[in-house]
């Protein structure tokens, strides 16, 4: 188990060096200097080699590379001169917000799409087995802009119940009590991860279903109630976790998504103000961001399952 | 139950030393069982319907996508426009086809990009093997890595948004799977013997990959396509939404969405649900499909 976990390691390690230098050149070919942004449309050819010159962006590629690579070790995430603010700092105001709206949407569709598969598989073809199917293949194909959009139309303009917008506030506190504004960003994210986790835990449940340890159980007399419990749920929601650590990229688009549509100040929407002011710092360390954490999401989800799984860990 | 007595009937006529009956291939037992799919079957229809919605709509409907006129902003659907017109007096119905056409030129256009490139690439490096095949396959962990809406919108935004530049910037993030699936289906292909003995007769690799390994290996990418379709469908979609589109006089479903979604509390449903229902009914169905594919290429949850 120890030189799997530790060949895991040493292949992320070598995946979030190859992923950052792939962003890094991506978008120094697209971008290779904000002169322009800063010294803006009138300046000069000459004014624009001066400033690149005297900023270092004139230097071999490499360099700039093992630079900004440095500067990130550092805690330099880079400067967005369209916001005339550090990159970590305007990171750092708002991760918390949108790590919240990501996280207690991902709870929110693991409570509800776990019990939810094993009912389905549990009763599979039953009316209610197959009115959860349509449901899911219905909120597997959708938008998750369309989506919040008939959230808002139903439940925040038809019936008032919850606010359209979500909450301006900068403070966390505020946000997390802030139920009337928040409901339908939080269900918007949670319902479209909904979809692919039931679908799954449905199938996952019919495979344990079908082992022999189920038999086992039922013809030793055990109560259905405990078959569920102790052997069904167990085995079947393991997988799980890897699925969570594979849903991140969905997430994190989702939550760019998410917080445009509800005018939610988070880092996804921060990204979208970035492509239209063309803020490429931005965009750089949050694009490097999102893959590290889809990177490190899936080793500890991998990791996880190692320890929690006998199957593997004793392999 | 037609088939069973079908090829016992073809056993029958080889015990009696006549003409030798075809057996039938994979191919067509896959296609039997596709058939027989409910959904399958209801899937593939949406999608018919929507190609010739798309295509043929505009030759049967027409409806003037050019000119915008003020007078006719935001009306509901009539007689005379059966959808409603839009913000700048387009009408609506129309404006669906011209969106469908962008959806799924784009959407076929970026699968068939990203399994070419996940085809070449999973079989050259399943033949490979040892450290390069290592070497590909962390290449491919780096693409799937890096977030693909991001990148996606971050090239819309730079290389302005075209049908063609859509295209090759989805498929150019989208054919790590692909290329997981044959790069699999490799591995056991290469071992068997009729590699072994195309190789003894002195076939190249290329001659190996194009002509041994990738048709036999096709099952696993046909089954993807689809899948491939879905997911580009949708991913124009969030870039139409986000803003970063087609430009006029095209335009993408989001981009509609998005318009419409200016208005919700002005109540012109027309402008969200008629196109939410395409985008919606369009990846249904080409899930719908995938799915059928999966279970008639998988031969253990084949009925005999």
């Given at each position: 188990?120890?030189?799997?976990?530790?060949?895991?390691?040493?292949?992320?390690?070598?995946?979030?060096?190859?992923?950052?230098?792939?962003?890094?050149?991506?978008?120094?070919?697209?971008?290779?200097?904000?002169?322009?942004?800063?010294?803006?449309?009138?300046?000069?050819?000459?004014?624009?080699?001066?400033?690149?010159?005297?900023?270092?962006?004139?230097?071999?590629?490499?360099?700039?590379?093992?630079?900004?690579?440095?500067?990130?070790?550092?805690?330099?995430?880079?400067?967005?001169?369209?916001?005339?603010?550090?990159?970590?700092?305007?990171?750092?105001?708002?991760?918390?917000?949108?790590?919240?709206?990501?996280?207690?949407?991902?709870?929110?569709?693991?409570?509800?799409?776990?019990?939810?598969?094993?009912?389905?598989?549990?009763?599979?073809?039953?009316?209610?087995?197959?009115?959860?199917?349509?449901?899911?293949?219905?909120?597997?194909?959708?938008?998750?802009?369309?989506?919040?959009?008939?959230?808002?139309?139903?439940?925040?303009?038809?019936?008032?119940?919850?606010?359209?917008?979500?909450?301006?506030?900068?403070?966390?506190?505020?946000?997390?009590?802030?139920?009337?504004?928040?409901?339908?960003?939080?269900?918007?994210?949670?319902?479209?991860?909904?979809?692919?986790?039931?679908?799954?835990?449905?199938?996952?449940?019919?495979?344990?279903?079908?082992?022999?340890?189920?038999?086992?159980?039922?013809?030793?007399?055990?109560?259905?109630?405990?078959?569920?419990?102790?052997?069904?749920?167990r085995n079947a929601s393991l997988?799980?976790?890897?699925?969570?650590?594979?849903?991140?990229?969905?997430?994190?688009?989702?939550?760019?998504?998410?917080?445009?549509?509800?005018?939610?100040?988070?880092?996804?929407?921060?990204?979208?103000?970035?492509?239209?002011?063309?803020?490429?710092?931005?965009?750089?360390?949050?694009?490097?961001?999102?893959?590290?954490?889809?990177?490190?999401?899936?080793?500890?989800?991998?990791?996880?399952?190692?320890?929690?799984?006998?199957?593997?860990?004793?392999? | 139950?037609?088939?069973?007595?079908?090829?016992?009937?073809?056993?029958?006529?080889?015990?009696?030393?006549?003409?030798?009956?075809?057996?039938?291939?994979?191919?067509?037992?896959?296609?039997?069982?596709?058939?027989?799919?409910?959904?399958?079957?209801?899937?593939?229809?949406?999608?018919?319907?929507?190609?010739?919605?798309?295509?043929?709509?505009?030759?049967?409907?027409?409806?003037?996508?050019?000119?915008?006129?003020?007078?006719?902003?935001?009306?509901?659907?009539?007689?005379?426009?059966?959808?409603?017109?839009?913000?700048?007096?387009?009408?609506?119905?129309?404006?669906?086809?011209?969106?469908?056409?962008?959806?799924?030129?784009?959407?076929?256009?970026?699968?068939?990009?990203?399994?070419?490139?996940?085809?070449?690439?999973?079989?050259?490096?399943?033949?490979?093997?040892?450290?390069?095949?290592?070497?590909?396959?962390?290449?491919?962990?780096?693409?799937?890595?890096?977030?693909?809406?991001?990148?996606?919108?971050?090239?819309?935004?730079?290389?302005?948004?075209?049908?063609?530049?859509?295209?090759?910037?989805?498929?150019?993030?989208?054919?790590?799977?692909?290329?997981?699936?044959?790069?699999?289906?490799?591995?056991?292909?290469?071992?068997?013997?009729?590699?072994?003995?195309?190789?003894?007769?002195?076939?190249?690799?290329?001659?190996?990959i194009s002509r041994h390994l990738?048709?036999?290996?096709?099952?696993?990418?046909?089954?993807?396509?689809?899948?491939?379709?879905?997911?580009?469908?949708?991913?124009?979609?969030?870039?139409?939404?986000?803003?970063?589109?087609?430009?006029?006089?095209?335009?993408?479903?989001?981009?509609?969405?998005?318009?419409?979604?200016?208005?919700?509390?002005?109540g012109y449903w027309w402008l969200?649900?008629?196109?939410?229902?395409?985008?919606?009914?369009?990846?249904?169905?080409?899930?719908?499909?995938?799915?059928?594919?999966?279970?008639?290429?998988?031969?253990?949850?084949?009925?005999?």
């Amino acid at each position: 188990m120890v030189s799997y976990l530790v060949r895991r390691l040493v292949t992320s390690i070598i995946v979030v060096v190859g992923v950052s230098i792939f962003i890094f050149l991506l978008l120094h070919a697209i971008y290779p200097s904000p002169a322009r942004q800063v010294l803006g449309l009138s300046a000069r050819p000459a004014q624009i080699d001066a400033w690149n010159k005297s900023n270092g962006y004139d230097d071999p590629v490499v360099v700039q590379y093992f630079r900004y690579v440095g500067g990130l070790l550092h805690g330099n995430l880079g400067f967005s001169y369209t916001n005339n603010q550090t990159v970590f700092a305007l990171f750092s105001e708002r991760v918390a917000r949108s790590a919240y709206l990501s996280g207690i949407s991902l709870v929110i569709a693991v409570i509800i799409a776990l019990p939810l598969g094993i009912f389905q598989a549990v009763k599979r073809n039953s009316i209610g087995d197959n009115v959860a199917t349509s449901a899911a293949f219905i909120l597997y194909s959708m938008p998750s802009f369309f989506l919040g959009l008939i959230l808002i139309q139903v439940l925040a303009i038809s019936l008032p119940v919850f606010n359209f917008e979500a909450t301006q506030s900068t403070s966390l506190w505020v946000v997390i009590g802030d139920w009337h504004s928040m409901t339908l960003p939080i269900f918007t994210l949670a319902l479209i991860s909904v979809a692919a986790f039931s679908r799954y835990m449905r199938s996952a449940s019919m495979d344990v279903l079908a082992q022999d340890y189920i038999k086992v159980a039922r013809a030793k007399g055990l109560p259905e109630r405990l078959v569920l419990t102790r052997h069904l749920v167990r085995n079947a929601s393991l997988p799980m976790v890897t699925l969570i650590g594979l849903s991140l990229p969905a997430l994190l688009a989702g939550n760019l998504i998410t917080e445009s549509l509800f005018n939610f100040q988070g880092l996804g929407l921060l990204f979208f103000t970035s492509l239209q002011k063309v803020d490429y710092p931005v965009m750089l360390a949050y694009t490097l961001a999102g893959a590290v954490l889809v990177v490190v999401g899936n080793l500890v989800a991998d990791i996880a399952l190692t320890v929690a799984d006998p199957r593997i860990r004793l392999a | 139950m037609t088939d069973i007595s079908g090829g016992a009937f073809e056993m029958q006529r080889m015990h009696d030393g006549g003409e030798v009956g075809a057996i039938q291939s994979g191919w067509r037992l896959a296609l039997r069982e596709f058939s027989s799919n409910r959904l399958a079957v209801i899937g593939f229809a949406i999608l018919i319907f929507f190609v010739l919605f798309s295509f043929v709509g505009p030759l049967i409907y027409h409806t003037n996508q050019l000119d915008t006129s003020l007078t006719q902003v935001n009306l509901a659907p009539s007689g005379a426009h059966l959808f409603g017109t839009d913000t700048n007096g387009f009408d609506e119905l129309g404006r669906v086809m011209k969106g469908g056409q962008a959806a799924l030129e784009i959407g076929f256009f970026a699968a068939f990009v990203a399994i070419v490139i996940g085809t070449l690439w999973g079989a050259a490096s399943g033949l490979a093997g040892g450290i390069v095949d290592s070497a590909m396959m962390r290449v491919v962990d780096i693409f799937l890595s890096v977030p693909f809406l991001f990148v996606v919108l971050i090239l819309a935004v730079k290389f302005g948004a075209t049908v063609l530049s859509l295209s090759l910037v989805i498929g150019g993030f989208a054919w790590q799977v692909p290329a997981r699936l044959v790069r699999g289906e490799v591995l056991t292909l290469r071992e068997r013997d009729f590699v072994l003995a195309a190789r003894t007769a002195g076939a190249g690799s290329w001659r190996l990959i194009s002509r041994h390994l990738i048709p036999n290996a096709l099952g696993v990418v046909i089954v993807n396509v689809t899948f491939q379709v879905a997911d580009a469908i949708l991913a124009v979609s969030y870039v139409g939404f986000l803003g970063f589109g087609l430009h006029f006089p095209n335009v993408d479903w989001g981009d509609q969405l998005s318009d419409g979604s200016q208005y919700l509390q002005d109540g012109y449903w027309w402008l969200i649900y008629p196109v939410g229902a395409c985008i919606v009914l369009t990846v249904m169905a080409l899930n719908f499909i995938g799915d059928a594919l999966r279970d008639a290429m998988d031969v253990r949850l084949r009925r005999r």
